[in-house]
Structure formats: C-alpha cells, structure tokens
C-alpha cells in the first residue's frame, strides 16, 4: 500500500493550497482517511479526518478554513485550505485505515507528507 500526497508549497497569507493523496496497492476496505501535520519539535497533529461515508472531523484551529473531502472511486482523500495562515506551515501527512484482507484488523498507513509553507 503506497499513499502518494502532493499540492503543498509555497503561498502567502490570506491565499489557498488543495493538497491530494491517492491510495495505491491492494486492500480489502479503506475505512478512515486524513490529514495530519508535524512542525519540528513537536507531535504530529490532526487536522482533518473523513469516514468512508463522508462524515468528517476538522481540528478547532483550522475550522471554517480547511475542508476535508474524498473520492472513494479513485481512492483519493483532499484537503482544501483557505485564508492559510504562517501557523499553519508544516509538513502534511495524509493517512489511511485500511483492512488487507476481510475480517482482519485494521492498520493505519502513512504518506510520504509534503510541505506547506505560508509566508506573512
């Protein structure tokens, strides 16, 4: 299983980056798919978080900013952020729960993360 992000880089405050992440390989389900996001010294964190039916969990900090959004027909899982800020610079992880096979436990994969720099 290979997940592949892409869309960070380099933007000015107020303007807007849409990152991408499209599972590859062979699974049985992909439950839960997301977003996190890690700046030196610290933990990564959540950012986003959407169901295999849609519904979504979005941390304080970037609610009403970013919007988290999927295609299960191609696999891909979206974050869209808005009125990007310097805080939010970091590098992004996207991730995925998925099944291998049917009646085992699930895992947790991780993209390779891309960097999102906002300059004030």
């Known amino acids: 299983v290979q997940l592949q992000a892409s869309g960070g880089g380099l933007v000015q405050a107020g303007g807007s980056l849409r990152l991408s992440c499209a599972a590859s390989g062979s699974w049985f389900s992909i439950n839960d798919m997301g977003w996190y996001r890690q700046v030196p010294g610290e933990q990564r964190a959540m950012v986003a978080t959407i169901t295999s039916g849609g519904s979504t969990n979005v941390a304080d900090s970037v609610k009403g900013r970013f919007t988290i959004s999927r295609d299960n027909a191609k696999n891909t899982v979206y974050l869209e952020m808005n009125s990007l800020k310097p805080e939010d610079t970091a590098v992004y992880y996207c991730?995925?729960?998925?099944?291998?096979?049917?009646?085992?436990?699930?895992?947790?994969?991780w993209g390779q993360g891309t960097q999102v720099t906002v300059s004030s």
């Open positions: 991730t995925a729960i998925m099944q291998k096979q049917p009646a085992t436990v699930a895992f947790r994969y």
